[in-house]
């Protein structure tokens, strides 16, 4: 095998002329600086009269804390020591005036950003406070390609690299982990339900992870780190108010409860505000509404100089925010994709064109449903969606001559509880579908990390979790769904007279299930135990080659049913059963005609029936038509029932996993290094239930090869971090096409050939994600600091051959599947970047006037799992605006904030007759200080 320089490692892609014009000037910069850098010889200047000044009124602090006697002299000495005129105080220090010194914790341990041969983005704590970022989506607008899925708090999700938008089952991990103070979340909704403040930095690491970070993933980590427990007292507090009734209230609080032993650090976060859409049917009701309390206390014990412990507690109390049914509908395209037409059969404009529907004079299809113009939405049965979760965490840290030794215990919670509605203000659905989740976690992390130096540090450790999740997926319908979901031929014969009107009514009032979608109930159990290490070999002073290794062992498991939880009013309407689930209702034909197969009891049934909606003696009494409209209600029933199966086990998946690292980095000189890697990850495969039949999903294999420099230049004012990255993806998973074992034996029963498909979650065969990446920041401007980070990636599917088919492709014969093969991800924009700016200006010798802004820009991506043609999402830009005044030392400080800035109205997603409109300008007044 022959020596190969690792540097020159050989992608086999073109870049595009734009990501090829911002490789060369990257480079170019980075060598023509090498050279000066490296030779430079340290430099001595003077202090200047303002950084005298600065020391002076620290060492008068000193003098005040620890004499306040003398303090009073302090001033005197200091006039006559220095001009008081002379010069205006320094500016307080900021992360921006050390760009070379920013720290990071992404491989377990403090380091310089620019010494980590990784590609990592780091957001500081500073940065989101002054737009006041605290969600999971303003905390991804500024970091480079990195961006948020939106959905509800279940269904969002995180992905990076243009990989993992797709949504998530309950039983599948996230392609995208999130830390948070060295805990794992290992469930989607974990991410999007917060409000993350008191957080002193954000790191989005890309890449397959797991030989150092508590749990594997496939395409990367963000690791988000509050404020810890200090000795130094502080306190800080924040209110803003702003526009749709919006209240935020910060404060966090910390230090010694006994000096040097034991220190504490509080937070407490309120927001509170309405949604910009708000609900016809219930005005109280917005659209999306914030309501998120929650709280974070940390207690730290240093004993003595070996030994820390740390023990956090958060929770959020339970409250509801209305995400589900913030839609614009149109109107329903009637033209299929191959010309055909499209009847709209189960479309609203046919359905609330019945006369069930028109009584009601002043709703209509055109001027209501249609809500375009309006932007007002009109649901009888919405709920908020209901979460809250609670958490606990213990870390220890023995800190020994040669090593040092960390556990964390962890537990966290999680609840979600969604009733949702149609559509329509009326009686459909009591709850149109919505789960109901109750999660668990506790995690256990032990590591062992050498001191640094040497020839070789190093970290090793094992990580254990256990994840028990339940999850009821809940339906129920209401007195008008009868004649919503009816055929016209059915509709037709039951509207005809009272007792026809009757049945329409009950065939569906009040019918609740747990409803088929994968499964009603799922209960779902996960164990995961690994061992890792990784080495960082020092071979030279320059060269260093870091390698890790990871094996984890998988055991998931999942048992789900589908069932009927209430009959409602009519359980004379039963089936006599379902996939041999028992309904208990009597046999009959397609034309109402009783069959011989039914016992006494259900013979009384029937002429039960027949007194109670017709007033016959007996079913034998009822006409060919009243026996047909019996017929029509019991189908329309059945027809909702869908899929029944009784408790089953899936098929669990049990596997070990291996992931590593190899990547070597060579340090040119303090303010220049090249890096290589090579990343290996596999994401657990899923055990779960299609229609009650075990599909079992296959494991997802990741492998990545990156190559990067990171490089301070123009005598530190600049920082340049670039790489160029590969990543490979086997058996991707997503939704495919499958077949419908289900479906597909029942109708062998009824003599029915035919092979008919559903969509599941399954795995794409082949994936790949390339392009390059970019962060920077600029120091060079008086008062300001620019930051800028983006990204070409080229995100496609390289084998997929069984994709769902888009809603336009559903003419009839149309194939069950298609080849989607050579197009991008859903989800991803090809470009991307975000820039950034800090501009503080003292002013009024004590004060500061300040001023930011953060854009971040994508490409138009299509937001559709199917890849619809009506899903495209042109490009967009965001823009955070911040002005303000306060003092210097932070006392106080009052802002005035603008999201959205300049409007952006592209919507957050887009199908062939819906739309998820964008989130409207906000302004707010922010008044903050320090204790």
Do not use: C
């Not at 419908?740 to 082949?766: I, S």
């Amino acid at each position: 095998m022959t020596n190969q320089n690792p540097y020159r490692t050989a992608l086999p892609f073109r870049l595009s002329p734009i990501a090829a014009s911002l490789a060369a000037i990257v480079a170019g910069a980075a060598l023509l600086a090498s050279a000066p850098l490296h030779a430079a010889e340290p430099t001595v200047t003077q202090p200047s009269v303002a950084e005298l000044q600065a020391e002076i009124a620290r060492l008068k602090q000193i003098i005040a804390t620890q004499n306040p006697s003398a303090a009073q002299g302090a001033p005197a000495a200091a006039a006559a020591t220095t001009p008081v005129a002379a010069a205006e105080p320094a500016p307080a220090a900021d992360e921006s005036q050390t760009l070379g010194e920013v720290t990071v914790r992404s491989r377990n341990r403090l380091e310089r950003l620019q010494d980590v041969p990784l590609s990592v983005s780091v957001v500081t704590g500073k940065e989101l406070d002054r737009l006041q970022a605290t969600d999971i989506k303003s905390l991804t607008q500024r970091a480079a390609n990195v961006s948020w899925n939106q959905g509800n708090q279940r269904t969002a999700s995180l992905a990076i690299r243009g990989v993992g938008k797709q949504g998530q089952t309950e039983a599948q991990d996230p392609s995208v982990g999130l830390i948070v103070d060295g805990v794992n979340y290992a469930y989607n909704a974990l991410s999007s339900s917060f409000d993350f403040t008191d957080v002193d930095a954000v790191e989005v690491t890309r890449g397959p992870q797991g030989t150092l970070l508590g749990k594997n993933t496939s395409v990367g980590v963000v690791n988000v780190t509050t404020r810890r427990p200090s000795f130094t007292p502080d306190a800080s507090w924040s209110l803003t108010i702003g526009q749709q009734d919006t209240v935020q209230g910060r404060f966090a609080a910390g230090g010694p409860i006994v000096d040097g032993l034991l220190a504490y650090r509080a937070n407490l976060s309120v927001s509170k505000g309405e949604g910009d859409i708000k609900n016809a049917y219930n005005k109280d009701i917005t659209y999306t509404n914030k309501d998120r309390v929650s709280g974070r206390l940390q207690f730290l014990l240093t004993p003595d100089s070996s030994f820390s412990a740390r023990v956090a507690l958060d929770a959020q109390p339970r409250a509801g925010e209305t995400y589900n049914g913030r839609t614009i509908n149109t109107p329903t395209p009637n033209i299929y994709s191959n010309g055909d037409k499209n009847t709209l059969a189960t479309d609203p404009a046919v359905r609330l064109a019945r006369r069930w529907f028109t009584q009601q004079t002043g709703y209509t299809y055109q001027d209501n449903f249609l809500n375009e113009k309006t932007f007002v939405v009109n649901n009888d049965n919405q709920r908020p969606l209901v979460t809250g979760s609670n958490g606990a965490a213990a870390e220890l840290n023995w800190y020994l001559d040669k090593f040092n030794i960390t556990s964390i215990t962890a537990y966290k919670d999680y609840h979600f509880n969604a009733t949702n509605d149609e559509g329509t203000p009326f009686d459909v659905h009591r709850n149109s579908g919505g789960f109901w989740n109750d999660y668990r976690q506790a995690t256990q992390e032990l590591r062992l990390s050498s001191q640094p130096g040497g020839f070789v540090d190093y970290q090793a450790g094992i990580f254990l979790m256990k994840v028990d999740n339940q999850a009821d997926y809940r339906r129920e319908w209401g007195n008008d769904a009868g004649a919503w979901y009816a055929t016209a031929p059915q509709y037709g014969r039951l509207d005809a007279d009272a007792a026809g009107r009757y049945l329409l009514q009950n065939s569906l009032d009040r019918l609740q299930m747990s409803f088929n979608s994968p499964a009603g109930t799922q209960d779902i159990r996960n164990k995961s135990a690994a061992v890792f290490a990784q080495a960082n070999w020092h071979l030279s002073d320059p060269l260093t080659l870091t390698t890790g290794l990871r094996f984890t062992r998988e055991d998931r498991r999942n048992k789900g049913s589908t069932l009927v939880n209430n009959y409602g009013n009519a359980p004379e309407l039963n089936p006599v059963a379902v996939n041999g689930v028992a309904f208990g209702g009597f046999d009959s034909s397609a034309n109402g005609t009783l069959t011989a197969n039914n016992s006494a009891a259900q013979i009384a049934l029937a002429n039960t029936l027949a007194a109670k909606y017709f007033g016959a003696a007996s079913y034998a009494a009822l006409t060919a038509a009243q026996r047909q409209q019996v017929a029509d209600a019991k189908a329309i029933r059945v027809s909702q029932i869908g899929v029944v199966f009784a408790p089953t086990e899936a098929e669990p998946f049990k596997d070990t996993l291996p992931a590593f690292v190899l990547s070597p980095s060579y340090k040119f000189n303090k303010d220049l290094t090249a890096y290589a890697s090579w990343q290996y990850g596999e994401k657990a495969g899923i055990s779960q239930l299609t229609n009650g039949v075990s599909n079992l999903v296959r494991k997802e294999k990741t492998n990545a090869l990156e190559t990067g420099i990171k490089s301070a230049l123009l005598d530190r004012k600049l920082l340049i971090n670039a790489n160029l990255f590969l990543m490979n993806i086997k058996d991707y998973q997503q939704a495919v096409r499958v077949l419908d074992v289900y479906t597909t034996n029942l109708a062998k029963q009824n003599n029915d050939p035919q092979l008919y498909y559903t969509t599941a979650t399954g795995n794409a065969p082949k994936v790949q994600a390339r392009g390059l990446e970019f962060d920077g920041a600029y120091s060079g401007i008086t008062n300001t600091t620019l930051r800028f980070s983006g990204a070409y990636t080229d995100a496609r599917y390289k084998d997929f051959k069984l994709s769902a088919q888009p809603v336009e492709n559903g003419y009839p014969g149309a194939a069950p599947y298609r080849d989607v093969t050579g197009q991008a991800l859903p989800g991803a924009s090809k470009f991307t970047f975000n820039v950034g700016a800090d501009y503080q200006k003292p002013v009024l010798t004590d004060k500061a006037f300040h001023a930011s802004f953060n854009t971040a820009y994508n490409s138009r991506y299509n937001a559709d799992n199917t890849l619809s043609s009506y899903g495209w999402v042109g490009g967009s830009a965001i823009t955070d605006l911040a002005v303000g005044l306060g003092t210097r030392s932070g006392s106080f400080d009052v802002s005035v904030i603008v999201k959205n800035a300049f409007q952006n109205d592209a919507p957050l997603t887009k199908t062939w007759n819906t739309y998820t409109p964008a989130v409207p300008r906000w302004i707010g007044l922010v008044v903050s200080g320090k204790l």
